[in-house]
């Protein structure tokens, strides 16, 4: 009865609402505000009689209620995520998973999964100096994990000197627990130092026997599990990862170096070298016994396939697991269950079921599989972000969603968690080597059209480039093809990029590269090149295409229009077309820039005098946001300056990372709780906050990037409002 009562007074508070709005066009101001004052009162006193709280009333914004959901990985957080990579997976018989990497935000390092579900999370892989591997194997009493261990500074703990590192097989129990041992190293002495040079590259066990990849000293070492204390040990190059066979034989993986391919051989227990070998695999990087004793290899290379071999006698393939070419055949990009890509984890159990684990590449993120023994996609395991923002298709009204790598297609009719669908994987390493999302590490994305056709511009935490990304159907499918690249000038005076990519790039100063021949590489002949301030702010694109940036001083804004499509597609920008503006006089640190063209408003925010930077927060969005109305006109009076949470005591506690603009409100979100403010974008008046919901667990990492948010206004006025989520590996939707 309540809640119809409710609903019935909601009815014709909106009705008044909107006779008021009517009215005041012929009301003086004294006149409204008398009416506004009783309409209030009146609501106050009718919800107060029937009992509903008067918080619940509607507030004369239009954007009261959002719901919130989340996209990239398949669990909400709380306490189920899939890890951010795997670089070492072991599948036990009865088809539990064990994995390990070197790094998860929330210190999901080494997991455990069964049955399209988080089982475990192995405890105290993160922080301290520690950090996973890429090995993990299990048997019936404990679980062996590869991992790291470097100094803090605590000898007396028994952590590393300084300047040393452990790298060590760790004990655990079958549930995720340390389990220490007598001569255990660490502070809860649960780790067995293998080597002070480099990492343990592969575990397995036969028996009563650990056999460890000590890749330092090129030897096999072999250890009781009860005790940890070595038993022997054998010689072999380059040793990685291993797998046992049915006659209890290794089959370890030979890496390869400069002048030696890799291969697999075969070792008896004993170590002794037995005269099986494989030397037909590009580039193998995981390997498995399946139940019917046949060798399981993954090809890494341009195959992108699961080999297999029967290995009775001299090994023999005898078939394939997933399409040749991997992501890239058909229609290149496209996922497809038997489409794989980077691939790092295989392993099959008892049933004939086959697990199969793809990276992508530069490590692109978790895609975890289980197929049947007819090569049925059972389920799929997604954990797709790290440290990433998304943004969507202009053209899509917010159904095709793009990240750095990946697209999505949406579905917001569906339940939180279930609204999209990944559908395509843009980046291809064997056709365009050179793709700069393969050599540095971009974080944000702006999805544009021009001229009608998507571009993806891509830029990362620290704002010192901004990549573009065309797209070619017929020849290239879903691939992100590199087309251009911004990068600011460097303080010290030396190239813009350290290291030896890209090719030919200016010395000193900075650039602009465009892929003039169209093969998507950095090529002679390819830059135009300047010099100016080298602390950047921020970037933006606006709808036309064009570029802006913002420079941290007082002749800080630059504009780089576009100027058509070349031959091959790609936008044309050059520093002879560029124009530059001043910051406006209040700002002392300009920090992000937002410019439409429709209206010719810009938005700027920075550090004022009235409320400076505390040190030099390099990643605050600032202090104050303002708008500009009439931009291109010349006007430089702001039509609002409203201050936004920063930081007044040096502790970081409270800091503006990011501001995204869409429709008739301004976004900002907060660093550490990731609170997003929504402000009236006429008024500059605050409407709302939006903080993580129960659908996502109530929780947020920091957001660490400069477009850590990025809104959309969709043609039913719904806003979709994207901000990155890096502790569990997902971008949080907010929908308004």
């Not at 799929?380 to 750095?404: C, I, R």
Request: with cysteine; glycine share 10%; aromatic share 12%.
């Amino acid at each position: 009865m309540r809640s119809q009562i409710f609903q019935y007074l909601r009815k014709v508070q909106l009705k008044l609402v909107q006779s008021l709005r009517n009215l005041s066009l012929n009301l003086k101001f004294r006149q409204l505000k008398f009416l506004l004052f009783f309409l209030a009162v009146m609501t106050g006193l009718i919800l107060t009689t029937v009992g509903i709280p008067i918080d619940e009333t509607i507030s004369s914004v239009p954007a009261t209620t959002y719901k919130t959901s989340w996209i990239g990985n398949t669990f909400r957080g709380g306490n189920k995520w899939v890890q951010n990579y795997i670089e070492g997976m072991y599948v036990a018989s009865n088809g539990t998973i064990y994995t390990n990497s070197h790094w998860d935000e929330a210190g999901a390092e080494a997991s455990i999964y069964k049955d399209a579900d988080v089982v475990a999370i192995l405890r105290d892989t993160h922080g301290w100096s520690r950090g996973g591997g890429e090995a993990i194997t299990a048997d019936s009493k404990y679980i062996y994990m590869a991992m790291i261990q470097g100094a803090v500074g605590k000898i007396d703990q028994d952590y590393p000197a300084e300047g040393t590192t452990w790298y060590c097989v760790r004990r655990y129990d079958l549930s995720g627990k340390p389990a220490p041992f007598p001569g255990g190293r660490g502070w809860d002495k649960s780790m067995l130092i293998v080597s002070n040079k480099s990492e343990v590259t592969g575990l397995a066990t036969i028996g009563n026997e650990l056999f460890v990849s000590d890749f330092a000293t090129n030897k096999i070492r072999v250890y009781n599990p009860d005790t940890m204390q070595e038993k022997r040990s054998f010689s072999i190059a380059r040793p990685g990862a291993i797998a046992v066979d049915q006659q209890d034989n290794l089959w370890i993986i030979q890496r390869k170096n400069a002048s030696n391919p890799a291969k697999i051989v075969r070792y008896t227990p004993a170590g002794k070298q037995l005269p099986q070998q494989i030397t037909n695999v590009s580039v193998p990087t995981a390997i498995a016994i399946d139940h019917q004793n046949r060798l399981l290899v993954t090809d890494n290379g341009t195959r992108q396939q699961v080999l297999i071999y029967n290995i009775k006698n001299q090994p023999v393939q005898v078939g394939t697991f997933g399409n040749k070419g991997g992501i890239y055949s058909g229609v290149p990009g496209e996922v497809h269950s038997l489409k794989f890509y980077g691939l790092t984890g295989v392993g099959a159990d008892k049933q004939g079921n086959i697990y199969v684990n793809s990276n992508g590449f530069n490590n692109s993120g978790t895609d975890l599989r289980k197929f049947s023994p007819s090569g049925k996609q059972i389920w799929q395991l997604l954990g797709l972000f790290f440290v990433e923002n998304a943004d969507a298709d202009p053209q899509s009204d917010g159904l095709s969603v793009f990240t750095k790598q990946e697209q999505f297609a949406m579905d917001y009719s569906k339940p939180a968690g279930k609204q999209w669908t990944y559908k395509a994987y843009t980046l291809n390493p064997f056709k365009y080597p050179q793709d700069p999302r393969l050599h540095t590490s971009p974080d944000a994305t702006f999805v544009r059209r021009i001229n009608g056709k998507p571009f993806i511009f891509l830029t990362d935490m620290y704002t010192s480039f901004l990549q573009v990304y065309r797209f070619n159907p017929a020849k290239d499918g879903k691939i992100a093809i590199p087309a251009g690249m911004f990068v600011g000038t460097r303080g010290d005076g030396k190239a813009a990029m350290s290291g030896k990519w890209p090719a030919y790039q200016p010395q000193k100063g900075e650039w602009i590269w465009r892929d003039r021949n169209g093969n998507g590489a950095f090529d002679q002949g390819e830059y135009d090149t300047s010099q100016d301030y080298p602390y950047m702010g921020g970037w933006w694109v606006d709808s036309k295409g064009d570029v802006w940036k913002t420079l941290r001083t007082q002749d800080g804004i630059r504009h780089y229009p576009v100027q058509g499509l070349d031959a091959h597609g790609n936008p044309i920008y050059s520093y002879r077309t560029m124009k530059k503006d001043k910051t406006p006089s209040f700002f002392t640190d300009l920090r992000r820039i937002e410019y439409f063209p429709e209206t010719d408003t810009m938005y700027l925010s920075g550090f004022t005098a009235e409320h400076p930077s505390i040190g030099d927060d390099a990643k605050a969005a600032g202090s104050e946001i303002a708008r500009f109305d009439n931009w291109s006109q010349g006007n430089r009076q702001p039509r609002w300056r409203i201050v936004v949470p920063h930081d007044t005591t040096g502790k970081r506690e409270i800091v503006t990372a990011a501001m995204s603009i869409a429709g008739d409100y301004v976004f900002s979100v907060t660093s550490k709780t990731a609170v997003v403010n929504v402000y009236n974008a006429k008024t500059g008046t605050l409407v709302k906050t939006l903080k993580p919901g129960p659908e996502v667990a109530g929780e947020s990492g920091w957001i660490d990037i400069p477009q850590g948010i990025r809104a959309v206004r969709r043609a039913n006025g719904e806003y979709l409002v994207f901000v990155e989520e890096n502790w569990k590996g997902k971008v949080i939707v907010y929908r308004l």
